[in-house]
């Protein structure tokens, strides 16, 4: 089965300085690849996605993710954070052969210092 | 927004009572989803349904039934709640249209069995 792990539970990061959460995903096929977001009493949103072509994605909010094929994974970065940056942070893989179910890495909680 | 509605959005409920949380969408949509969010374990997938009276279950289905009668509603069931299904609750939906079949999540329910 496959499985997705976000090494960092918490980071803590600086107003301005720059961000990446690193998720790695263990599977034989190239998956569909999610970050979400997730403030505190919400549901999740879609920060960007990749699906084929260009490794380098963008999303909203000035995220983006790169997908390395070599290393399995899909780590998340924006050059500089805001104070409404602090949230959890979700990894999620899919796979079109199995419905899309995704499996979700357990989290990254990230704090911002002013 | 995807057009999901979840309700209750809250819930207190007893050991040992049912309880069912509903899920509804607007857009017609053919695969939907319940996931329950537990810190340190992201989201974890409990049932699918990719068509009326088509359900499957997925990696945490233990003490949870599903039913989808009609397309827009997917309803979810603690036949007998027990405390460790105290949980936030997750329905989302699976976006055909979109690039790379994404899923989008409704706002949560949160369940607390006492």
């Known amino acids: 089965a496959q499985s997705v792990t976000q090494p960092d539970i918490h980071i803590t990061v600086s107003e301005g300085a720059s961000l990446e959460l690193r998720c790695n995903y263990s599977y034989g096929a190239t998956p569909y690849l999610f970050w979400y977001v997730q403030s505190p009493g919400q549901g999740l949103q879609l920060l960007l996605k990749y699906f084929s072509g260009d490794t380098l994605v963008q999303g909203i909010k000035g995220f983006e993710a790169e997908f390395k094929r070599s290393q399995s994974s899909f780590n998340l970065r924006k050059p500089s954070v805001h104070w409404s940056d602090a949230a959890e942070y979700f990894c999620?893989?899919?796979?079109?052969?199995?419905?899309?179910?995704?499996?979700f890495g357990g989290g990254t909680r990230v704090l911002v210092k002013p | 927004d995807a057009g999901i509605t979840q309700s209750p959005r809250h819930k207190v409920t007893e050991t040992g009572t049912p309880v069912t949380l509903r899920c509804h969408q607007t857009?017609?949509?053919?695969?939907m989803y319940w996931y329950r969010q537990d810190p340190g374990h992201g989201l974890r997938l409990i049932h699918y349904s990719y068509g009326v009276k088509d359900t499957d279950k997925g990696e945490v289905s233990d003490g949870y039934s599903v039913s989808r009668s009609k397309t827009e509603d997917f309803l979810l069931t603690l036949e007998s709640a027990t405390s460790s299904q105290t949980s936030v609750y997750f329905c989302a939906i699976q976006d055909r249209a979109s690039s790379g079949n994404t899923i989008y999540f409704g706002e949560g329910s949160w369940l607390t069995v006492v």
């Open positions: 999620a893989v899919g796979f079109k052969a199995a419905g899309n179910k995704l499996t």
């Open positions: 857009e017609n949509h053919r695969y």
